[in-house]
């Protein structure tokens, strides 16, 4: 194999470094207990998965951008807390679930507008609304747990077509941020703005509109996820939702979106990079591992992703500088 083609293998495997270590995980796990391959636990990783795969959807659509948005978690809770309190308070599930919704587009759009308004950079400003949110949240629940009713548990018990109804809700959403980044114009101009900011805006794209987009569309994953996950568990806690926005970013990242923008995919980058998470989680569930030391695992999948993106950029801009000096020279 001659350095060329050695070249192009090593970047092909970082392209797919999550299905690698994805089938690394199965292996191991699979050897440490035969439970972890039965259908029942496949099917539970998948429905574990919707509500942080949700999340991470919205984050890859903002980070494709050459942003991020640190306040999803705090979205959720803000989310979760207001439809606590409405459903107890009488509403009917439907009205509740839409004003969860309309409250994940209003976070997105103030995040939007302080950065395409203001220019405020994206980390201060949905810093700043993480902790907002956050104290919003528990100024509504007065920092005590809220039971909500069956209601929320049948939404996420329910199953269509014998598909379970969080893993349906996820792929819904999966397959419409796919086609709107693969054949939209809308899909186009955020890899465009993403790469490049000045040259999308000289070439007429309008980049404040495509970036407010994207963070009303996080905004609004968030809520769902919010939902999604009230599902699963149907109890609102002060920690609810806390440093989920961590978990997005290093499943999308694991999926192979870059950190710098312009380059990743929702399916099947994102959605593997949830799924290879929550399997890892699983597993050490299912092999009884100390749950103190999911956190520090947790950590370990995050600078995975961090570092293989870095590796990932470094080689991408050495294969390109190379190309320019050879077209050069010719």
């Given amino acids: 194999m001659n350095s060329t083609a050695a070249k192009r293998f090593g970047l092909g495997l970082l392209d ?28 539970n990783i998948l429905i574990q998965t919707s509500s942080t795969g949700i999340l991470a959807v919205g984050m890859t659509l903002v980070l494709l951008t050459a942003g991020v948005d640190l306040s999803v978690g705090a979205v959720m809770f803000v989310a979760a807390a207001v439809g606590g309190k409405l459903i107890l308070g009488g509403w009917s599930l439907g009205p509740v679930l839409a004003v969860m919704l309309g409250i994940g587009l209003l976070f997105g759009a103030l995040n939007a507008l302080f950065i395409t308004r203001l220019a405020v950079m994206a980390f201060i400003v949905t810093l700043a609304t993480r902790y907002f949110g956050r104290g919003l949240g528990l100024r509504i629940t007065e920092t005590r747990a809220m039971n909500l009713p069956e209601s929320f548990y049948e ?40 790469a490049d900011l000045e040259a999308a805006r000289k070439a007429g794209i309008h980049t404040a509109g495509v970036l407010f987009g994207v963070y009303v569309i996080c905004g609004f994953c968030a ?79 995050i600078f995975v992703a961090v570092l293989l993106d870095a590796v990932r950029s470094r080689v991408l801009a050495r294969a390109n500088r190379r190309r320019i000096y050879v077209e050069t020279e010719s």
């Fill in 155 to 194: 939404l996420g018990a329910a199953r269509i077509l014998g598909v379970p109804a969080p893993v349906l809700i996820f792929a819904t959403v999966v397959l419409l941020a796919h086609l709107t980044l693969i054949r939209t114009p809308f899909g186009r101009q955020i890899y465009a703005v993403g």
């Fill in 16 to 43: 797919r470094a999550s299905l690698v270590l994805f089938v690394l995980v199965l292996v191991v796990f699979g050897l440490l207990s035969p439970a972890f391959f039965q259908v029942e636990n496949a099917v």
């Fill in 223 to 301: 809520a769902a996820a919010g939902i999604v996950a009230l599902s699963q568990a149907p109890a609102v806690s002060p920690t609810f939702g806390n440093n989920r926005e961590f978990m997005a970013i290093a499943a999308a990242v694991l999926g192979g979106t870059s950190l710098f923008g312009g380059r990743g995919a929702v399916f099947p980058g994102t959605v593997l990079g949830a799924v290879l998470i929550q399997t890892i989680e699983n597993g050490l569930n299912i092999l009884n591992v100390n749950p103190y030391l999911y956190p520090l695992i947790t950590s370990g999948v």
